[in-house]
T-cell receptor, first 111, second 113 residues
Framework: EDQVTQSPEALRLQEGESSSLNCSYT??????LFWYRQDPGKGPEFLFTLYSAGEEKEKERLKATLTKKESFLHITAPKPEDSATYLC????????????FGTGTQLKVEL | EAQVTQNPRYLITVTGKKLTVTCSQNMNHEYMSWYRQDPGLGLRQIYY???????DKGDVPEGYKVSRKEKRNFPLILESPSPNQTSLYFC????????????FGQGTRLTVV
């Protein structure tokens, strides 16, 4: 069965304390891996798409990387406004264009 | 502004009373889908549509119906809601399904009593 697992479930950081979130997947035929940010009471907001192992993308304090079995979302010198739930999703070849989501990592950045 | 609009944002209803949650997108996207989000289970796809008049089941379709008569609209219908359908619902659209990023609506929090 195709699975997407995110870790940790929750993470508390001090402002400026860099860390990484993990998304591991056991699927056959990855078409794309997506990272989203979700604020409480709101819909997920797109961050990155990664298509092949070795690919990296950056946006402000966030950097996403992809290997054959997992993706990392690196957060450098986080600020309180980075507090949110970060969701990972995969799309599979032959998967009917569906996104399969992990359960997310809830990040809280404190002053 | 590019957006996906869902209505209503909040809804409390009673078991068995038919309801419809509307979804509209203004990006001319081909692909639209509905998800429900439950604690500990994440986002799960209910139904999706690859184009007008083309719809198909996702992972948790039981108890739901959809229609796609126009490209921009994709309503979610609960013919006879039950308490286990209490959840947070999201509509999403994308240009080419799983190959491109999805844009999500603000969500509809449904409570069935």
């Amino acid at each position: 069965e195709d699975q997407v697992t995110q870790s940790p479930e929750a993470l508390r950081l001090q402002e400026g304390e860099s860390s990484s979130l993990n998304c591991s997947y056991t699927v056959s035929g990855l078409r794309g891996l997506f990272w989203y940010r979700q604020d409480p009471g709101k819909g997920p907001e797109f961050l990155f798409t990664l298509y092949s192992a070795g690919e990296e993308k950056e946006k402000e304090r966030l950097k996403a990387t992809l290997t054959k079995k997992e993706s990392f979302l690196h957060i450098t010198a986080p600020k309180p406004e980075d507090s949110a739930t970060y969701l990972c999703a995969v799309s599979l070849t032959g998967g009917g264009n569906k996104l399969t989501f992990g359960t997310g990592t809830q990040l809280k950045v404190e002053l | 502004e590019a957006q996906v609009t869902q209505n209503p944002r909040y809804l409390i209803t009673v078991t068995g009373k038919k309801l419809t949650v509307t979804c509209s997108q203004n990006m001319n996207h081909e692909y639209m889908s509905w998800y429900r989000q439950d604690p500990g289970l994440g986002l799960r796809q209910i139904y999706y549509s690859m184009n007008v008049e083309v719809t198909d089941k996702g992972d948790v379709p039981e108890g739901y119906k959809v229609s796609r008569k126009e490209k921009r609209n994709f309503p979610l219908i609960l013919e006879s809601p039950s308490p286990n359908q209490t959840s947070l619902y999201f509509c999403a659209s994308s240009l080419w399904g799983g190959r491109t990023e999805a844009f999500f609506g603000q969500g509809t929090r449904l409570t069935v009593v």
